[in-house]
């Protein structure tokens, strides 16, 4: 047998259900090895006192995408990919984002390129799905299926992406046929538009009227109807980025009654509260995101509901706008709270902030922090074994972590293009310091080591036998269950 590239010596090793001792060997850019003593390989580190998890695995974050008003997002795939490394994360699920009228065969190639050309880490692509009318679903989604996408994103609200509920049944039993995972973004639209007349009619402007304009109830609507929606087909669906208690509370009754239902929260939701909007002037525009940060007890909420299983992941929704007139203050000096770009940066930090608050801090502890950080969303999506966990056949995408580092966050985090981060100031103890995608280093302490286009597009095919929990049927049958709602 030749010799390991590479052996990574005595660190300690976090898994998804397991905290051992041991040495990794690293051949070919896999795992080959995981044991005790391994000796013969072309280099050596020293990990004793390290701890060394799975590459971050991010499934929902917006990488160079043009928003449907116009605007396209501060990062570039080098940009966002590049503060992504740094943070540990080596696997990324951004979009490709279908506006109406648009081919989405067309958009799906425009974002292979600019990640070919510029992506440092690995990346599979959501396809956003604004426009699915027939032609789109019938003769451009099986192709791309074939191609290796086998997740669609669908919005319940926005004025310029938002699907109704027929569109929705559609693409949910689009999705069935093909074996694809939906995510839905899940909140009620006329109650968002309403809200927000009622407020600017009264002259409730400030980036804080933000938080009532998405009023609590139309979470819980949204998901709601998501899944009975779901139902109906009998389609899985993952509901993105859950920011209340009750929006939690749904998903956990449905799953309870053995709905094919899942959901991630993200890290502002567990970090951040609603009233960062409160700052004077228009400070507060850097903390809008929709849904809009919430209070304590939803985050108290959330933990609870991803320490039970009702909610499998925590996502970044990295989506970074600058407080200028490329992004935040596109529409003028002093927008409205309707006015103001939704989205907040978070690739870099999703793993650093996690780790003090669950590895450092003790909230649900190492495993379960890979567990919701990799493990989980690489198995909901179709990577896991190939990605989220060290094991031999994986890739030897790895995280050495100095446990006792503590290092506070600067006012702008060093390579994405946000120009601010939500979290400045505050105090983090645990720091990835180096960082490996497929065996080569990519980040020494701070310091990128990886070119643009290192990252490599990870084909998924389509079918849900990886998904954790549930009751998931392992292959499709249109003939078992599908049909059931309508015949009853
Ligand atoms: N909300 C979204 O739905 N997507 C991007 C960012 C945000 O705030
Ligand atoms: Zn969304
Ligand atoms: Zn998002």
Request: proline share 7%; glycine share 10%.
């Amino acid at each position: 047998m030749k010799p390991f590239d590479l052996v990574i010596r005595g660190g300690t090793i976090a898994t998804a259900t397991d905290v051992f001792v041991a040495d990794i060997g690293i051949r070919d850019g896999q795992i080959a090895s995981v044991a005790a003593d391994l000796n013969d390989a072309r280099e050596i580190i020293d990990a004793r006192g390290l701890i060394i998890t799975p590459g971050g695995v991010d499934p929902h974050c917006h990488i160079e995408q043009l928003a449907a008003t116009g605007l396209m997002n501060a990062d570039t795939f080098e940009t966002a990919t590049a503060s992504a490394a740094l943070g540990g994360t080596t696997t990324v699920i951004p979009f490709a984002a279908q506006h109406v009228g648009m081919s989405l065969r067309a958009v799906v190639e425009d974002y292979h390129r600019r990640a070919e050309r510029g992506a440092i880490v690995d990346y599979a692509f959501h396809m956003i799905l604004a426009d699915p009318r027939p032609e789109v679903l019938k003769d451009e989604l099986p192709p791309l299926v074939r191609s290796g996408h086998a997740s669609l994103k669908v919005f319940l609200t926005y004025d310029r992406l938002k699907i109704d509920d027929e569109q929705f049944l559609d693409v949910l039993e689009a999705a069935r046929t093909h074996g694809l995972m939906v995510c839905v973004h899940a909140e009620n639209h006329g109650m968002i538009r309403w809200m927000g007349k009622q407020l600017m009619a009264r002259g409730y402007t400030a980036p804080r009227y933000h938080v009532p304009s998405h009023p609590r109830i139309g979470e819980v609507e949204g998901i709601h109807r998501a899944i009975a929606c779901a139902a109906l087909i009998d389609q899985p669906i993952m509901v993105f980025h859950v920011s209340t208690a009750e929006g939690a509370a749904v998903i956990h009754r449905a799953r309870g009654e053995g709905r094919k239902v899942w959901g991630e929260t993200c890290t502002q939701y567990l970090l951040l509260t609603c009233a960062e909007l409160d700052r004077p002037g228009i400070e507060g525009a850097k903390w809008i995101c929709s849904p809009p940060l919430r209070e304590p007890s939803d985050q108290e909420a959330l933990w609870w509901a991803l320490e039970v299983g009702t909610l499998q992941c925590i996502s970044s929704d990295h989506a970074p706008y600058r407080m200028d007139d490329t992004g935040k203050l596109a529409r003028g000096p002093k927008p409205s709270f309707k006015e103001i770009a939704n989205g907040m940066p978070g690739l870099e930090l999703r793993l650093p902030l996690l780790f003090d608050a669950m590895v450092s801090k003790g909230r649900l502890g190492l495993s379960k922090f890979v567990e919701l950080t990799a493990t989980a969303p690489a198995k909901i999506y179709g990577l896991h074994p190939k990605k989220g966990t060290i094991a031999p056949g994986s890739d030897a995408d790895l995280v050495l972590w100095d446990p006792s580092r503590s290092v506070t966050i600067p006012d702008a985090p060093r390579r994405d293009n946000a120009g601010y981060t939500p979290y400045a100031g505050r105090t983090v103890r645990g720091w990835p310091v180096r960082v490996f995608l497929r065996g080569h280093e990519i980040v020494r302490e701070g310091e990128l080591r990886a070119a643009p286009g290192a990252g490599r597009f990870l084909p998924r095919r389509g079918g849900w036998a990886a998904v954790p929990t549930g009751r998931l049927e392992p292959e499709l049958d249109p003939a078992r269950n599908f049909g059931a709602n309508l015949r009853s």
